[in-house]
């Protein structure tokens, strides 16, 4: 039952959150302002667990697909976490995405790019410390014919599945915060 209210609540805060405006503290790569995109999604949770748990989930990029299940194969070019120019390869959305990260200020910001067929994305994370909780902010732009088919056809699937991936980076933050 607790699960299912997560889930509600996480959903209803990323519904209304698509409708916002793009976050203006988001530091934004030439080329891949929300106005140049293709496809945006602007999505945010409070999440009930510090900024630093937060961080270490998104960070230990090999273990997403153990809690986001819209990840897999997930490879870093070196190390065993995310780091400033650090590449990694991936699947999301059925794509391979060769990716690299861009922005990287511990605990946070992060951002990425990501190119795949006919698309190139930036993908950002912002983190905002709220009590004893934390503010995750995650938006991206896409552009390229890829992005365009997917508005067409899927309009909500990019927002859809930010709103899983904040959901359940919640429940793996909350569980790294525990004793």
């Not at 503290?25 to 929300?34: Q, S």
């Not at 200020?105 to 190119?115: A, K, N, S, T, V």
């Not at 732009?141 to 709103?163: C, K, N, S, T, W």
Request: hydrophobic share 45%; charged share 20%.
């Amino acid at each position: 039952m607790m699960k299912l209210k997560l889930l509600a609540a996480a959903m209803l805060a990323c519904s209304l959150a698509a409708a916002a405006s793009p976050e203006p503290d988001i530091h934004w790569p030439d080329g891949f302002a929300p106005q140049q995109a293709d496809l945006f999604d602007h999505s945010e949770l409070a999440i009930a667990a510090p900024c630093t748990a937060v961080w270490q989930s998104l960070v230990d990029a090999p273990h997403w697909p153990a809690w986001y299940p819209n990840s897999e194969n997930v490879r870093l070019s070196q190390g065993s976490e995310l780091a400033a120019g650090r590449g990694f390869r991936w699947r999301t959305f059925a794509l391979e995405v060769p990716s690299h990260v861009h922005e990287f200020e511990p605990q946070q910001r992060l951002g990425w790019f990501g190119h795949a067929k006919e698309l190139d994305a930036y993908h950002t994370w912002l983190l905002q410390p709220q009590g004893q909780g934390c503010l995750v902010v995650t938006e991206e732009v896409v552009r390229g014919p890829a992005a365009v088919a997917l508005r067409r056809e899927q309009p909500q699937a990019m927002h859809q599945g930010h709103a899983l991936w904040l959901e359940r980076l919640a429940q793996e933050a909350v569980r790294r915060s525990q004793p």
